[in-house]
């Protein structure tokens, strides 16, 4: 039994399901950290 | 000074329990659809991206369906944190359409022999994904967070009619080429969906189906509000700030 060749499509498909993901997930960490560091930053200004 | 209620660095128990579920769920999941199910005869192995593609659109429905929910209740109480639910919904299902989208562009390029065509459902899910994005342009468009949540409610309760219409579009239009999985369609449509693996394709699509219609997008959105908290603590202590 042979199946048609189409594993390239897959491949590329699973790139661009991984490259959202996680890019999002990238995304989310670094706006995480960008808003710890500015809380760290303006409670320090809150205090002076 | 006034004192504001500090919002804790470190994940709560529940997010990392969720978290630690969705990943082991996902990996199984692509076990599932990658190895254990069967390749299909007619279509090869690009078929087994339909246990993303499909359940993916779901995660999206079940994301907006949330910003739906949020909305009403933010109208009903003034209370942001469903403003926080709504803005999650909006971002998960914009992030899970898009993967539903392309998935659904690159599988079309071997079987239809065309990236894109614009079919009804194609159509109608690229109106849904541009209303979404436009729906987080607006939002950051205006300033006083009043009169933004007011209106991010009211745009999330009202963009869903374009889910619903991608949602059933192929079972009203006889001219589309989309196959209908689940139910039937119209009698007359040209699209069909017979998928011939040898095994294991109702247990990968099973069991794909609430992991990325449910456990991804409700633990994302999770991450998403606790993040809209911390923003939103960040601009009380800038307000205090400039008030000294």
């Keep these: ?48 | 000074m006034t004192t504001i209620s500090p919002v804790s660095p470190a994940p709560r128990a529940g997010l990392q329990v969720m978290s630690a579920t969705t990943l082991i769920a996902v990996a199984v999941g692509l076990y599932l659809a990658l190895i254990f199910a069967g390749t299909d005869i007619d279509q090869g192995n690009i078929q087994r991206i339909f246990y993303i593609h499909m359940p993916a659109f779901f995660g999206a429905f079940t994301a907006f369906s949330a910003t739906v929910l949020g909305g009403i209740l933010y109208l009903i109480t003034r209370n942001p944190r469903w403003d926080r639910m709504a803005v999650a919904g909006v971002e998960v299902g914009l992030m899970l359409s898009l993967v539903n989208l392309l998935t659904g562009s690159i599988w079309a390029r071997p079987i239809w022999n065309t990236w894109w065509t614009w079919d009804p459902r194609l159509t109608s899910t690229a109106v849904m994904v541009l209303t979404y994005a436009a729906y987080l342009m607006l939002r950051a468009g205006i300033e006083q967070p009043e009169q933004r949540r007011r209106f991010a409610a009211v745009y999330g309760i009202l963009a869903i009619v374009t889910v619903v219409i991608t949602l059933v579009i192929i079972r009203v239009r006889d001219d589309t080429i989309h196959p209908v999985v689940v139910g039937t369609g119209s009698t007359a449509a040209e699209g069909t969906f017979d998928v011939q693996a040898t095994r294991g394709v109702t247990t990968a699509l099973l069991f794909n189906l609430p992991v990325w219609g449910l456990l991804i997008p409700i633990t994302l959105m999770m991450f998403r509000m606790r993040l809209e908290q911390l923003t939103e603590h960040v601009d009380r202590l800038k307000a205090e700030l400039m008030e000294r």
């Design chain 1, 1 to 48: 039994m042979s199946y048609p060749e189409t594993s390239s499509y897959l491949t590329l498909a699973l790139g661009v399901v991984g490259t959202l993901t996680i890019g999002y997930l990238l995304t989310l960490w670094v706006r995480f950290q960008q808003a710890h560091k500015d809380i760290e930053t303006l409670e320090k200004l809150n205090h002076d």
